[in-house]
């Protein structure tokens, strides 16, 4: 099993988390970015830098994704791909995409997007905030204590 970041946005507490989580289990943790990344020294965490553009990092992680990998990220194709490849998809505010809840994140991020496309002010994400960060490590620990090889 590997863990791939979507790290472009995601939040640094969560990099941190999953650094500590690599270096403790000895997993293999890859970050990709269209941006450099500062990452701690370790045998177990690489960063894969890609071009610019509109999801190469997510297609990037999904050409490299293995079933059964987990994947930390907030994009919902993304999700959605790496659950069809039988990976797992994590939210980096704790919540897991599954094959019962992709549907639904799909069709409500799809009217969102159709909504600000014809000017209704729809909103972002709220602030990233201490109990977003400690539901994400909880799910992470709960998934790494059933899934991580001994």
Same mark, same amino acid.
């Given at each position: 099993?590997?863990?791939? #970041? ?5 939040? +640094?507490?969560?990099?941190?988390i999953l650094f500590r989580a690599a270096g403790r289990l000895g997993l $293999? ?5 269209n941006k450099a990344l500062q990452v701690p020294?370790? *045998?177990?965490? +690489? #960063?894969? /830098? #890609? &071009? ?6 997510? %297609?990037?992680?999904? +050409?490299?994704?293995? $079933? ?11 999700? &959605?791909?790496?659950? &069809?490849?039988?990976?797992? &998809?994590?939210? $980096? /505010? ?6 019962? !809840?992709?549907?639904? %994140?799909?069709? =409500?991020? !799809?009217? =969102? ?6 000017? =209704?002010?729809?909103?972002? *994400? ?20 059933? !899934?991580? *090889? /001994?």
């Amino acid at each position: 099993m590997q863990i791939w #970041v979507d790290a472009d946005a995601c939040p +640094r507490a969560i990099k941190e988390i999953l650094f500590r989580a690599a270096g403790r289990l000895g997993l $293999p943790l890859t970050l990709v970015a269209n941006k450099a990344l500062q990452v701690p020294p370790s *045998p177990h965490i +690489r #960063v894969i /830098r #890609v &071009a610019a553009g509109f999801d190469v990092a997510d %297609r990037e992680i999904e +050409r490299l994704l293995q $079933p059964g990998d987990l994947v930390v990220t907030a994009d919902i194709p993304l999700a &959605a791909a790496v659950i &069809a490849k039988d990976g797992h &998809a994590l939210d $980096p /505010r704790g919540e897991f995409f599954t094959r019962d !809840n992709i549907g639904e %994140r799909l069709a =409500m991020r !799809n009217l =969102m997007d159709e909504l600000r496309g014809v000017g =209704m002010e729809a909103g972002g *994400p709220s602030a990233f905030t201490h109990a977003d960060r400690t539901a994400f490590a909880n799910q992470l620990d709960r998934f790494l204590a059933r !899934n991580a *090889p /001994r």
